[in-house]
């Protein structure tokens, strides 16, 4: 018999049988996991296992390639938390779709834990945690291999007045660099910098960047759209 247990947060629950659920969860140490739960669409079952909430989980299969079974007991209901928010609702649906499409199966990704439990722990903020949430989909790119390189101009290595970033490259451009083929490149919000006040107009920008290179590097790879619930969260700040 094959065991583990772990700290997770559920990323999504599917009904799956009389009762029952297929669950997709992101723990500390695992990474990405799916697993067959038993009354997990049960209504006791249903409470637990709503995207975003943090349990104390346990695997079990008769071998370690199988899908196994998941028995989790809550340690945070952030998804409650979340309910009567519409900002904070979205931005739980598109931080679980994201991190479910993005990250592969059985393989440790703790910062992108770190950083999700994070976010999950103030999902309560709403709109005031978007900045954050675009920061978090810049890191999951890095450590998925895709960092955007945000340090220095890529056109004439100057670190000031970064402005723009090259969609081919990842590479920061700054404003006077740019200018020949500025319609041509992304705009940087300065907030993802530093800590520049976030102005009108910014968490759309942001969005659109790490959108950029997650269709193409991460979701494009597997020939996969982008996850509709990230599509909502940037229709909402659009």
């Known amino acids: 018999m094959e065991s583990w247990e772990d700290e997770a947060i559920v990323l999504a629950a599917r009904p799956h049988g009389e009762g029952h659920a297929l669950a997709d969860v992101l723990t500390r140490a695992h990474g990405h996991w799916r697993g067959h739960v038993r009354g997990g669409a049960?209504?006791?079952?249903?409470a637990i296992w709503q995207p975003g909430n943090r349990l104390a989980l346990r695997w079990t299969a008769r071998l370690s390639d199988q899908l196994g079974q998941f028995a989790?007991?809550?340690v945070d209901a952030a998804a409650g938390r979340a309910l009567g928010e519409p900002a904070a609702l979205a931005l739980l649906a598109s931080a679980c779709a994201v991190a479910?499409?993005?990250?592969?199966?059985?393989?440790?990704?703790?910062?992108?834990?770190?950083?999700?439990?994070?976010?999950?722990?103030?999902?309560?903020?709403?709109?005031?945690?978007?900045p954050d949430y675009v920061r978090w989909e810049v890191a999951l790119l890095a450590e998925l291999g895709y960092?955007?390189?945000?340090?220095?101009?890529?056109v004439?290595?100057?670190?000031?007045?970064?402005?723009?970033?090259?969609p081919r490259t990842g590479r920061a451009v700054s404003r006077e660099a740019a200018r020949p083929w500025q319609d041509r490149l992304l705009p940087l919000p300065p907030f993802l910098l530093g800590n520049a006040a976030v102005r009108e107009g910014d968490i759309?920008?942001?969005l659109r960047l790490t959108a950029h290179f997650l269709a193409r590097d991460v979701f494009g790879l597997r020939h996969l759209p982008l996850p509709p619930a990230r599509l909502r969260l940037a229709d909402r700040f659009g």
């Open 42 to 46: 049960s209504r006791s079952g249903r």
């Open 72 to 74: 989790g007991e809550l």
């Open 100 to 130: 479910e499409g993005a990250l592969p199966e059985r393989e440790p990704h703790p910062l992108a834990f770190a950083g999700l439990a994070a976010l999950l722990e103030r999902i309560g903020e709403g709109e005031a945690l978007a």
């Open 147 to 154: 960092g955007l390189d945000l340090s220095a101009c890529a």
């Open 156 to 166: 004439t290595g100057v670190v000031e007045d970064l402005a723009f970033v090259s």
């Open 204 to 206: 759309a920008a942001g």
